[in-house]
């Protein structure tokens, strides 16, 4: 039962233009999104998040857009480098209840592939 | 900035073997997390702790166990390791700012431990 979903495994876009690469979820109870960014035999690289009390944060390059009624979010990036391309991982957590202290594990989308063509 | 340090990077071991893998969070975090990434798969939470004690667990064979110790470094311990045990394994911390009843806990993740099993 996959509860966070990225149905486009892979995107190629040139650079210069925008990359938006689309996240869905299942579980209402997620109220934390978080975006990072992978590249083969390294650590994911956190990129930007958003709370379930806004619908839009920017950073940069980066802006993440959150619609709680679809749940649904996506990860623009404005203009696209060749540095960029990456898996892209949409990340989601929720509080457990009876946990202790920090306890909002993360459960993972499977990734979109960003190639990013010079 | 300091980051998330995992030893050993690549570790080879034969099956049935033990296997011992470290993680030392960034400096002042008080939550480790573990997570699981198998070839083509998205990383799956293991298991973590906050401050000292576990937190919450998720997916972990019976074969594996976790702590974190008084300086806030983790250990993972496999043993009776199977061919399906290779696999990424990941560590991530993370700071409570304080604010209660708020998820906001980013997770920042180490470079993995590339585990093979033979």
């Known amino acids: 039962d996959q509860q966070v979903k990225q149905n486009s495994p892979s995107l190629s876009v040139q650079e210069g233009r925008i990359s938006i690469l689309n996240c869905d979820y299942t579980?209402?109870?997620?109220?934390?999104f978080l975006w990072y960014k992978k590249y083969p035999a390294e650590g994911p690289t956190f990129l930007i998040s958003i709370s379930s009390i806004k619908d839009k944060n920017e950073d940069g390059r980066f802006t993440v857009f959150l619609n709680k009624s679809a749940k649904h979010l996506s990860l623009h990036i404005v203009p696209s480098q060749p540095g960029d391309s990456a898996v892209y991982f949409c990340a989601a957590s929720a509080p457990k209840e009876g946990g202790r202290g920090s306890n909002y594990k993360l459960t993972f989308g499977k990734g979109t592939l960003l190639t990013v063509n010079p | 900035a300091a980051g998330v340090i995992q030893s050993p990077r690549h570790l080879i071991k034969e099956k049935r073997e033990t296997a011992t893998l470290k993680c030392y969070p960034i400096p002042r975090h008080d939550t480790v997390y573990w997570y699981q990434q198998g070839p083509g798969q998205d990383p799956q939470f293991l298991i973590s702790f906050y401050e000292k004690m576990q937190s919450d667990k998720g997916s972990i064979p019976d074969r594996f166990s976790a702590q974190q110790f008084s300086d806030y470094h983790s250990e993972l311990n496999m043993s009776s390791l199977e061919l399906g045990d290779s696999a990424l394994y990941f560590c991530a911390s993370s700071y409570r700012p304080g604010l209660a009843g708020r998820n906001t806990d980013t997770q920042y993740f180490g470079p993995g431990t590339r585990l093979t099993v033979l």
């Open positions: 579980n209402s109870m997620f109220d934390y």
